[in-house]
């Protein structure tokens, strides 16, 4: 499942107002802010508040489908939310559940038994790579525009950790076909995203050396010509 639609050149834009809104929100007076542009690919690993469908054991079973979001498990008086104490209830042979679950936006219920359930693998975490935008002097970044979605619903996640990629490779876009990039997952943590909305994610490195000479500065919104900035990322193999 793609997490993003990456891309190997990343528009920085001068007088994007997001991104001054981004470092912004609390300001009443802007200062003037200084952001590195950056577009490298990173790994990311998101650990999720609800478990969903990853995959679907026999094709007779078709109660539930691929990127679910399962709200909770209801038997008798108890009811389970977290994947532990929905394994628990998986375990009980032929009992009739209620599934509560989120699919597109909507929200909806599902009767099945135990061994219907027990069909489809469940997982809290998923992972992809992501691309990011820009860096201010404190190490925070954002990836404008990178909205992480499952089953057309915002994220609810505890944890998402941030990784280094030690090869990027490049899909070429199409007619009719969007590009990507594939990418090599390190296990070298280097930061975390701590909010992900419609606009896109936000998150902090570990360490991070910053630039002045490489940093560009946010311009307030006006009529006028408009430049775009191109950062070239070469393909790197490790």
């Excluded at 209620?98 to 997982?123: A, P, W």
């Amino acid at each position: 499942m793609k997490l993003f639609k990456s891309l190997i050149l990343t528009l920085v834009i001068t007088l994007i107002f997001t991104t001054s809104q981004i470092f912004c929100q609390d300001t009443v007076k802007q200062e003037t802010i200084k952001l590195v542009p950056s577009g490298d690919v990173v790994g990311l690993n998101i650990e999720l508040k609800q478990p969903y469908v990853y995959q679907r054991l026999s094709e007779d079973e078709k109660d539930l489908e691929y990127g679910d979001i399962i709200l909770s498990v209801k038997y008798k008086l108890k009811k389970a939310k977290s994947i532990d104490k929905i394994n628990e209830i998986m375990k009980l042979k032929n009992q009739e559940i209620i599934v509560e679950l989120s699919r597109e936006g909507k929200n909806y219920t599902q009767k099945m038994t135990t061994d219907q359930l027990r069909m489809y693998v469940l997982k809290e975490s998923v992972s992809g790579i992501g691309t990011i935008t820009a860096t201010n002097e404190s190490g925070e970044f954002v990836g404008i525009s990178h909205s992480i979605k499952m089953a057309n619903r915002a994220i609810e996640f505890n944890k998402c950790e941030v990784f280094e990629t030690s090869y990027v490779q490049e899909i070429k876009s199409y007619k009719d076909r969007v590009g990507s990039l594939i990418a090599n997952i390190t296990d070298k943590k280097i930061g975390s995203v701590y909010s992900m909305g419609e606009y896109g994610v936000k998150g902090k490195y570990d360490n991070f050396k910053y630039s002045k000479k490489k940093s560009l500065e946010i311009a307030e919104p006006k009529k006028g010509k408009a430049y775009i900035y191109i950062v070239k990322r070469q393909l790197q193999m490790n």
